[in-house]
């Protein structure tokens, strides 16, 4: 949250994507490029890739087929957004695929304890992630950062700088694309990541409706029962834990108002912090943030539409989750 305003005008995209984008739409009309990506080709592409072929535990396919099917028929994606797309989700199956494999060679990934975690709950846009930055930068904290969920293989030391490296890279990436954004959320290699990030190779992650209009995958995973995304964000902790300890991780993401209840069912003894900011306030700097986000990626982003998803989704997780928050002993929030 911060007090940067932005105007429609410095939402778009930098001039060379522009125009790489007329290209891809000039393509559209030919038909070289309307092909729509396929789970199937994407989990073979990632099979090869890291010449691995176990993705563990859980069925993560619905999900990747529901998100493919929204991006293809709803998100009028441009050629950027495409490629971006397609890059975001073979780098998801590769990393299942690493950790994986990693709990098999590494013996203290299993049995890692995760103690007492300390959600930050709160609508999006209302200083959790300041409030993140701050908590952990107590050495007794731990947060993911953005490499190690960008990276999270191996779970040790290994290449680390390297794997810094290249995080530093993607965020600066995204800088370029969208230069406004940084202005909005800070994106850097070394900083606090959100939770979403965790969730993301379950394909049960609304990170994906931050960056695509995907309306359909969201009433998909508005349904679901997220313990297996909840379990999986728990795997990833042990992985990044086998790394550096944590007396107390420090997480946060506005997902975990939707879910309090399978949350906990996961993290049984976890704590929470809750920020506050007026909803109209907050509702509109999110739209902002979205609309931003969403313009990298497609020519056909409409900021009523994003304002109305979000007021329409957040006031029903609220809702949810004020009703769960007050099942829980006022020393846990």
């Known amino acids: 949250m911060n007090s940067f305003a932005t105007t429609l005008e410095q939402t778009r995209p930098v001039l060379p ?13 030919t038909r070289i490029s309307r092909s729509p990506l396929r789970a199937v080709d994407l989990i073979e592409t990632a099979k090869r890739r890291c010449n691995l072929d176990d993705f563990g535990g859980g069925d993560f396919f619905e999900g990747l087929s529901r998100l493919l099917d929204s991006c293809h028929r709803e998100s009028r994606l441009s050629l950027v957004g495409k490629i971006a797309l397609r890059t975001d989700l073979i780098r998801a199956l590769c990393s299942r695929l690493f950790m994986n494999r990693d709990r098999q060679l590494y013996a203290g990934v299993v049995r890692q304890e995760i103690h007492e975690p300390l959600f930050i709950v709160g609508l999006p846009r209302s200083g959790t992630t300041l409030l993140h930055t701050l908590l952990a930068a107590d050495p007794e904290h731990r947060a993911p950062l953005t490499w190690e969920v960008m990276t999270p293989s191996p779970p040790t030391r ?39 990030g965790l969730m993301t190779p379950t394909f049960m992650s609304d990170q994906f409706d931050t960056m ?4 359909s995958y969201r009433a998909w995973f508005f349904r679901q029962d997220l313990l297996p995304a909840y379990e999986y964000h728990r795997r990833f902790l042990q992985h990044l834990q086998v790394r550096q300890s ?3 991780w420090v997480l946060k993401a506005p997902t975990h108002m939707f879910a309090l209840p399978t949350l906990l069912s996961v993290y049984p003894d ?8 007026a909803p109209l306030d907050a509702m509109a700097s999110v739209s902002s943030l979205i609309t931003i986000l969403r313009r990298v990626f497609s020519d056909a982003v409409d900021p009523l539409v994003v304002c109305r998803e979000a ?17 829980l002993a006022d020393y846990r929030i």
């Open 158 to 196: 290994d290449n680390e700088k390297r794997r810094i490296q290249r995080a530093t890279q993607s965020c600066n990436c995204l800088n370029w694309l969208a230069p406004t954004f940084r202005h909005v959320h800070a994106v850097g290699a070394e900083l606090p990541q959100e939770c979403v």
């Open 17 to 29: 994507i522009r125009l790489l984008n007329g290209c891809g739409a000039l393509l559209e009309k």
């Open 270 to 277: 976890a704590l929470f912090v809750q920020t506050h900011r």
């Open 311 to 327: 007021i329409q989704y957040w006031s029903e997780t609220l809702d949810r989750f004020l009703q769960e928050r007050d099942r």
């Open 246 to 248: 944590a007396r107390r």
């Open 212 to 215: 695509y209009y995907v309306p």
